[in-house]
Every structure is written in C-alpha cells, then in structure tokens.
C-alpha cells in the first residue's frame, strides 16, 4: 500500500497552508518572539487584527497552540526564528 495511507498524519503534517502576505509577516514576528500588542504596532494594526490572522494560522496549519503553530511552520520552513525582520 502506498505510504500516506499506513502514515495519513505524515502526509497531512507535510501539506503546507497557503498564507496571505499579513498572515506570513504575523508568522515571522510571532517566530521573533514578538507578542501580539508589538506585532500591533509594528505592523500598524489593532491587537485583535492580529488575534485574528493567529487564529486563522492556527485553522491553516490545524494546530491548537502558538506553540504547535510555531514547531510546525518551523518544519515547513515557512519562518525562521533567527531572521529579524526590521521595518
């Protein structure tokens, strides 16, 4: 049989989510260690804009944590903790 049907989770953790530009830049500050009130003002938006995109990269990537959010985009490679990003 092939190997995503004895390993359904494999294939499932693989999948990457296709993100929005605000998604992805939420995603890299959250990576820098940023908390959602200095993402606010970085990104010159409200704290709830930014709950808002967590809460749908948490739906895309089927996480129920920052924390399984944050192992999972790291194993995508779709953030870097070590790239600042300056803006």
Same mark, same amino acid.
């Given at each position: 049989? +092939?190997? %995503?049907t &004895?390993?359904?989770? !494999? !294939? &499932?953790?693989?999948s990457? +989510?296709? =993100? %929005?530009? *605000? #998604? %992805?830049?939420v &995603?890299?500050?959250l990576?820098n260690g @940023?908390? +959602? /009130?200095?993402?606010? =003002?970085? =990104?010159?938006?409200?704290? *709830? !804009?930014? *709950?808002?995109h967590l809460?749908? @990269?948490e #739906?895309?990537?089927? !996480?129920? %944590?920052? /924390?399984?959010l944050?192992?999972?985009a790291?194993?995508l490679? =779709?953030c /870097? +903790?070590?790239?600042? @990003? @300056?803006?």
């Amino acid at each position: 049989p +092939p190997r %995503s049907t &004895l390993f359904p989770y !494999t !294939t &499932l953790f693989r999948s990457k +989510p296709v =993100l %929005s530009m *605000r #998604e %992805s830049e939420v &995603l890299q500050y959250l990576a820098n260690g @940023l908390s +959602p /009130d200095q993402i606010a =003002l970085k =990104l010159n938006i409200k704290v *709830r !804009t930014v *709950r808002k995109h967590l809460y749908h @990269l948490e #739906e895309k990537f089927k !996480t129920g %944590s920052r /924390d399984q959010l944050m192992a999972r985009a790291g194993y995508l490679k =779709l953030c /870097d +903790p070590y790239k600042l @990003l @300056l803006k």
